[in-house]
């Protein structure tokens, strides 16, 4: 019997967008790393091919969570995802604490931070997203037993 999934989280879904979105616009043009949620994962991996194969990898992994009824193989295809985000709320601390963008450009810690708060936020609000989803099973749950 086919049983029903939870929806993915709003914020996963969000992450899955926003890295397509990276690895569309990197193929477009190059100069798309260099802002600075993006340009963390860049500088860490330095080559571009690499970097849009990695960040669509990531999302079409993290896309294929709703076919696995383990929790643990949702959590193995959520981390690189979660990994980047990470990576790219790391460079916007980074960031905000230089005062500087990943292109040069200076401006006040606070300019900055209003500005990079949301890659901070994603982070944290897809860790929440993905710990919740993983701890419920990813799936509904009827009394005692998991319709799956």
Known sequence: MMGLR???PVMIIYAIVLHLCWGILGTI??????STAASAPFRLFGNLTGLVCIVVAA???TGLIARFRS????LMCMLPQQSLLIISAVGAAHAIYLGQFAD?????????AADQLPAILAAIGHT????RFIL???FIWIGTRRVL
């Open 71 to 74: 929790p643990l193989a949702s």
């Open 29 to 34: 043009d190059d100069t798309t790393y260099l």
């Open 104 to 112: 040069g450009v200076v401006r006040s810690r606070f300019f900055i």
């Open 6 to 8: 939870r929806p993915l």
């Open 136 to 138: 419920k099973g990813g």
């Open 59 to 61: 999302a079409a992994l």
């Open 128 to 131: 929440v997203s993905m710990l």
